[in-house]
């Protein structure tokens, strides 16, 4: 129980440092020169980055809150 707890919480690490990472990449977009439509198509996948890993997320904060089957709290 002990090892897939911590499992859990390095893989949550883990997303939270690709959030941060998706926010640096996207100041990053802002300050170079492109056109329009190439920024909106790259913010547009940063976008949906953030959203399946802020869904991964929930996820596995979901597995905090549900015991185990056999386990008691």
């Given at each position: ?58 996820q596995l904060s979901s597995v905090y809150e549900v015991p ?6």
């Amino acid at each position: 129980m002990i090892n897939a707890q911590l499992q859990l919480t390095h893989a949550k690490t883990a997303l939270q440092g690709t959030l941060l990472q998706l926010d640096y990449l996207q100041d990053l977009i802002n300050q170079t020169a492109m056109r329009n439509s190439q920024r909106a198509k790259i913010t547009q996948q940063v976008h949906n980055i953030r959203v399946n890993s802020q869904g991964a997320m929930k996820q596995l904060s979901s597995v905090y809150e549900v015991p185990l089957l056999g386990t008691t709290k």
